[in-house]
């Protein structure tokens, strides 16, 4: 009765335990069909399987070559079930799935056709054989492990440096200048057969002195003004320049700004009224029979009354706007060029200032009240040199000599023409 006691007792224990474990099971197993959401735009089918396992804690298996896995999807679910989602990811024509405890198995149900091979085909056919039938399997998969890798991305910077490297020759001759400025640019290389323009800016500095012609008539006058006239150090002229090269010839042009200066220094007196005072400087007689004649010897000297003495000194000026044309041939030299020139001026009088000596009577004017010509032509004539500075700045330098070919003023009778010896100086620019 013990016995039978005892194994009552297992018995009861054993049922227990055996309706227990059921109900254990089932709470424990989670929800196969949970809700979730999912948004996706073009990317592989793996991921957003991948996403959704994360998401639902759900494991799917499938084949990776029937799933293409690569397959781009685009997907926007929200607070869907999982059954759903994997309707749209997974059309039913060609894939179906079934849900094994916490995993998802996706298989393909679509057969594939028998690859056309008409040599297979043929000998298939002829053994009177047909082509196996294929039968899908159903793969389980009871664990899968994602291993995830860390990589760590290094970015490289790459410099680069300029390097000069300087050519060393050992030579037994010392290095002249003509090595060490080879570099610098040859002026005889640009005389070519193709038009060149030029522009550039030059000071002149000028030694002017006022040339006086007159007819026989004004000589004695024509001395006062050639003595008391006098010239001046600080002339000059600014330019602006404009050269047309061909070859070794230029034509020259531009619009310049010249003054002429000059000093005056010119006196006179005059009196008026006075009287004549006489001297008897010596007495003598002469005997004629019995007669007596005295002879007197007078000396007299005038007298002015009212004397007055004048004199004038002033500076005199003569501006001109001018436009220069002159003809220009260059000559290399080394890597510089000499150039002798000459042409014509047309200046324009802007304005002088000053006295003029009357011609007719003693006395000045200013040289507002007298007439000049508009225009009037003059004669250049110079020479200098071209020295490279860069490759498009030339240096000029030059001496040159100017006359007026006709006088200044207009209807005067003394001719008053200026000349002038002066230095130039410049930069010419390459256009």
Known sequence: MEFSLKNLVRFILFAWLYCLVPSLSIAQTPNQDPITSVSAVNEPISQVLDRLSRNTGITFSYNPDHLEASRPVSINMTNKKLSEILTFLLPPDKFGYRFSGNQVVVFRTTISKPTDNPEKNALT?????????????????????????????????????????????????????????????????????????????????????????????YSSKLDEYRDSNSGSIFSGTACVDLRMSYARLSLNTGVSYT??????????????????????????????NSD?????????????????????????????????FS?????????????????????????????????????????????????VFSSVFGAGILVPVTGTITFDAGVMYRQHLSSVLNDFPIDLRSRALGIKAGLVWKL
């Not at 290094?154 to 090595?179: H, L, Q, S």
């Not at 007298?303 to 501006?319: C, E, G, M, N, W």
């Not at 000053?354 to 040289?367: F, K, Q, S, T």
């Open 125 to 217: 056919e002829a053994a009177g054989n047909k082509p196996p039938k294929v039968i899908t399997d159903t793969v389980f998969v009871s664990q899968i492990q994602t291993f995830r890798d860390t990589i760590a991305l290094t970015d490289t910077i790459v410099r680069y440096d300029t390097v000069f490297i300087m050519r060393t020759v050992t030579r037994d001759k010392p290095i002249t200048g003509k090595e060490i400025f080879s570099n610098q640019t040859k002026l005889s290389e640009e005389q070519t057969r193709d038009l060149k323009f030029e522009a550039g800016f030059s000071l002149t500095w000028l030694a002017a002195r006022s040339l006086f012609k007159a007819p026989l008539t």
């Open 327 to 375: 003809l220009q041939y260059n000559h290399p030299f080394g890597r510089k060029l000499i150039y002798v020139n000459a042409g014509l001026i047309a200046g324009i009088n802007t304005g002088s200032s000053g006295l003029m000596i009357l011609a007719d009577r003693d006395g000045v004017v200013e040289m507002q009240e007298v007439k000049f010509r508009p225009l």
């Open 292 to 324: 007596t004649s005295w002879f007197y010897v007078l000396d007299s000297a005038y007298l002015p009354i009212d004397l007055k003495a004048y004199r004038f000194k002033t500076s005199v000026s003569h501006q001109f706007v001018e436009i220069p």
């Open 259 to 288: 003054s002429f200066n000059g000093k005056l220094d010119y006196s006179y007196s005059t009196s008026t009224g006075g009287y004549f005072q006489k001297d008897t400087l010596d007495a003598y007689y002469t005997l004629n």
